[in-house]
T-cell receptor
Framework: GESVGLHLPTLSVQEGDNSIINCAYSNSASDYFIWYKQESGKGPQFIIDIRSNMDKRQGQRVTVLLNKTVKHLSLQIAATQPGDSAVYFCAENFGNEKLTFGTGTRLTIIP | NAGVTQTPKFRVLKTGQSMTLLCAQDMNHEYMYWYRQDPGMGLRLIHYSVGEGTTAKGEVPDGYNVSRLKKQNFLLGLESAAPSQTSVYFC??????????FGPGTRLTVL
């Protein structure tokens, strides 16, 4: 079946550097994508989303890039801070009520 | 707004026991979802509802039942708990055009 996958399960980044978390999706019909952040012991928290008619969207310190040609999604976090340590999930929606989640990438910030 | 709340936060069951997890949302969202999250895996959809009085199966529905008698509440039931149902359960809600808002989770252990 269709699935959302992540290239790397773990990522360690020096504090102050930029982080890039990648996600591959396989359903070409997907038209909505979301990035979630999950801190230890908490529920996922919305970070940023993007629709398939866009290739880039920026938020506060975060940018999501969508490459529909290669079915790739990335989350860029600028000037990474200790509070950014968490597991990051991408999720896709293909025109129905449900989201399909990837397995997550654990981001660790090195002081 | 309290957002999405879940009760209880923790529960330990013996094999064969039954229990109900309660999810409540105060955002007037139409859609509600129950997910489970196991170590090293992403969120998997158990059941969902697109409106009061409706329910539908997700990816992993076996062993669970749900009810949506009121728009703001979505109940998840385990009729006869099994150790394989040890997991963290998350409820979420959304509007048809919006992103999911998640609750804090319920950690369930089945002995």
């Amino acid at each position: 079946g269709e699935s959302v996958g992540l290239h790397l399960p773990t990522l360690s980044v020096q504090e102050g550097d930029n982080s890039i978390i990648n996600c591959a999706y396989s359903n070409s019909a997907s038209d909505y994508f979301i990035w979630y952040k999950q801190e230890s012991g908490k529920g996922p928290q919305f970070i940023i989303d993007i629709r398939s008619n866009m290739d880039k969207r920026q938020g506060q310190r975060v940018t999501v890039l969508l490459n529909k040609t290669v079915k790739h999604l990335s989350l860029q976090i600028a000037a990474t801070q200790p509070g950014d340590s968490a597991v990051y999930f991408c999720a896709e929606n293909f025109g129905n009520e449900k989201l399909t989640f990837g397995t997550g990438t654990r981001l660790t910030i090195i002081p | 707004n309290a957002g999405v709340t879940q009760t209880p936060k923790f529960r330990v069951l013996k094999t064969g026991q039954s229990m109900t997890l309660l999810c409540a949302q105060d955002m007037n969202h139409e859609y509600m979802y129950w997910y489970r999250q196991d170590p090293g895996m992403g969120l998997r959809l158990i059941h969902y509802s697109v409106g009061e009085g409706t329910t539908a199966k997700g990816e992993v529905p076996d062993g669970y039942n749900v009810s949506r008698l009121k728009k703001q509440n979505f109940l998840l039931g385990l009729e006869s708990a099994a150790p394989s149902q040890t997991s963290v359960y998350f409820c979420a809600s959304s509007s048809p055009s919006g992103r999911d808002s998640f609750g804090p989770g319920t950690r369930l252990t089945v002995l």
